[in-house]
T-cell receptor, first 113, second 115 residues
Framework: DGGITQSPKYLFRKEGQNVTLSCEQNLNHDAMYWYRQDPGQGLRLIYYSQIVNDFQKGDIAEGYSVSREKKESFPLTVTSAQKNPTAFYLC????????????FGEGSRLTVL | AQTVTQSQPEMSVQEAETVTLSCTYDTSESDYYLFWYKQPPSRQMILVIRQEAYKQQNATENRFSVNFQKAAKSFSLKISDSQLGDAAMYFCASYYQGGSEKLVFGKGTKLTVNP
């Protein structure tokens, strides 16, 4: 079945460590997105990529980095520069053109101790 | 900057009753799409309904319908015959054509369904 796979589902890290969240899709979608979700804040866009080897900053990119070397993959690195990294992270994708709706993964919960 | 505002942080409804969730958005774009997503306790985001801005007719999906008022930039969601499984966070979102194509979300409304 086609879909978006995020891993790991839960992740614990010590303060000051970088951590990478994986996002893989087999929907043949061109665009991929990373959102951060905090209680009462809705979903805020971190980074997005509309094509391989290209990506743009979203509204809260500071302290995060991404790469898009393959169409299927869009990993997110939470660096030690991110001041408050504990959050729920959602990856999404969509096809350029078409219905514009985003398809989401199941999310990754990062807790920094 | 495009913004989406959901003014009701929490709502409740009795089972089998009707509830309306509010959403307003702000854009200068002429071509855009509006969505309602549901996030149950599992936290999986599920598309509830979609509206294309150029269409005047309000979208409907079974018990879910929208009231799209383009001039007022309003996009409310009506849930009829509410069921216990409708309890979730509901997010309004807008997707703008041209320039950066991305989905902008409101802060969400938590819906409780009382038996």
């Amino acid at each position: 079945d086609g879909g978006i796979t995020q891993s790991p589902k839960y992740l614990f890290r010590k303060e000051g460590q970088n951590v990478t969240l994986s996002c893989e899709q087999n929907l043949n979608h061109d665009a991929m997105y990373w959102y951060r979700q905090d209680p009462g804040q809705g979903l805020r866009l971190i980074y997005y990529s509309q094509i391989v080897n290209d990506f743009q900053k979203g509204d809260i990119a500071e302290g995060y980095s991404v790469s898009r070397e393959k169409k299927e993959s869009f990993p997110l690195t939470v660096t030690s520069a991110q001041k408050n990294p504990t959050a729920f992270y959602l990856c999404a994708s969509n096809r350029q053109g078409g219905r514009r709706e985003l398809f989401f993964g199941e999310g990754s919960r990062l807790t920094v101790l | 900057a495009q913004t989406v505002t959901q003014s009701q942080p929490e709502m409740s409804v009795q089972e089998a009753e009707t509830v309306t969730l509010s959403c307003t958005y702000d854009t200068s774009e002429s071509d855009y799409y509006l969505f309602w997503y549901k996030q149950p306790p599992s936290r999986q985001m599920i598309l509830v309904i979609r509206q294309e801005a150029y269409k005047q007719q309000n979208a409907t999906e079974n018990r879910f319908s929208v009231n799209f008022q383009k001039a007022a930039k309003s996009f409310s969601l009506k849930i009829s015959d509410s069921q216990l499984g409708d309890a979730a966070m509901y997010f309004c979102a807008s997707y703008y054509q041209g320039g950066s194509e991305k989905l902008v979300f409101g802060k969400g409304t938590k819906l409780t369904v009382n038996p």
